[in-house]
C-alpha cells in the first residue's frame, strides 16, 4: 500500500511477507523517477514492513520493495502499482 502519510507530501510504503523469514536480512526500498526506465536509489529500510520517506511526493516518483537475505541475495521488486480508476458517468443537464 502507499499513501501520502501524515504531512501529505509523504511517501508511506507497507507491504506483508510471504513466507519464512529465517533467512531474511530486511528489505530495501528502490526509487527512480516516474521518466527514468531504471530504478536509480536503492535503502535499506532493515526487518520492517512500513516505511516512510519524509518529503517524497509519490506524484513524482516510482516506487517498489525487494527482500534481502543473509546471504546477500535479492528477490525481484516488486513495483508499487496504483489501482485502475473506477469509471465515473455523470449526468449533465441542459
Known amino acids: 500500500m ?3 502519510g501524515q504531512s501529505r507530501y ?3 510504503l507497507r507491504w506483508r511477507t510471504v ?3 529465517k ?3 530486511g ?3 528502490v526509487l527512480r523517477s516516474t521518466t527514468a526506465p531504471f530504478w536509480d536509489q536503492e535503502i535499506f529500510v532493515g526487518k520492517v514492513n512500513e516505511y516512510t ?3 517524497v511526493s509519490i506524484d513524482d516518483v516510482r516506487f517498489g ?3 534481502v537475505g543473509l546471504d546477500g541475495t535479492e528477490s525481484l521488486v516488486s513495483p508499487y502499482v496504483y489501482p485502475a480508476r473506477k469509471k465515473v458517468e455523470y449526468e449533465t443537464v441542459q
Do not use: M
Request: hydrophobic letters at 50%; charged letters at 30%.
Open 53 to 55: 520517506l519524509k518529503d
Open 27 to 29: 528489505f530495501a526500498v
Open 23 to 25: 533467512n531474511l536480512a
Open 10 to 12: 509523504d511517501a508511506q
Open 2 to 4: 502507499i499513501s501520502r
Open 19 to 21: 513466507g519464512s523469514d
Open 65 to 67: 520493495v525487494k527482500a
